[in-house]
């Protein structure tokens, strides 16, 4: 909205990103390659996307969560809900590849000198 500053609420756009935060990221892209602030965290905000994705509350979410995963819960929820948690030198991805717009975003996250980690390789189709 016109005169709202720009903040952690704010839909993520790069440059007003990189005028109000210094070495600071912490985004989540989704599998469409929208990027979206890991408000109030990464694994409160992957949480909210799978219980959109799935249509259920969180505790059905957490219920659902392998005991294998039990000390490992964001790669859990990261390969359920499909999308890329994204800090200034580091993303993870659950267990699966990024999306071809996933890796785009984060190239271009890269290019603008906001994130400094490597960009996963996509899925062979070998």
């Given amino acids: 909205m ?18 109000k935060f210094k070495n600071y990221l912490e985004v ?12 109030p965290s990464h694994q409160m905000k992957a949480e909210e ?3 959109e994705t799935l249509g259920i509350s969180r505790e059905e979410l957490i219920a659902r ?3 294998e995963y039990h000390y490992n ?16 030198d580091f993303c993870a991805c659950g267990n699966a590849p990024p999306t071809r717009e996933q ?7 890269k290019m603008s000198g906001l994130y400094r980690g490597r960009i996963p390789k996509e899925e062979s189709n070998v």
């Avoid at 016109?2 to 005028?19: A, P």
């Avoid at 819960?73 to 200034?88: D, E, H, M, Q």
């Fill in 2 to 19: 016109m005169g709202e500053e720009y903040g952690l609420q704010s839909e993520f756009d790069i440059e007003k990103h990189k005028n």
């Fill in 28 to 39: 989540m892209i989704e599998r469409d390659g929208k990027v979206v602030y890991a408000v």
């Fill in 49 to 51: 996307l799978c219980c």
């Fill in 65 to 67: 969560c392998p005991a």
């Fill in 73 to 88: 819960y964001l790669t859990w929820l990261l390969t359920i809900c499909g999308a890329v948690a994204v800090w200034n």
């Fill in 103 to 109: 890796r785009a975003k984060l190239r271009k996250l």
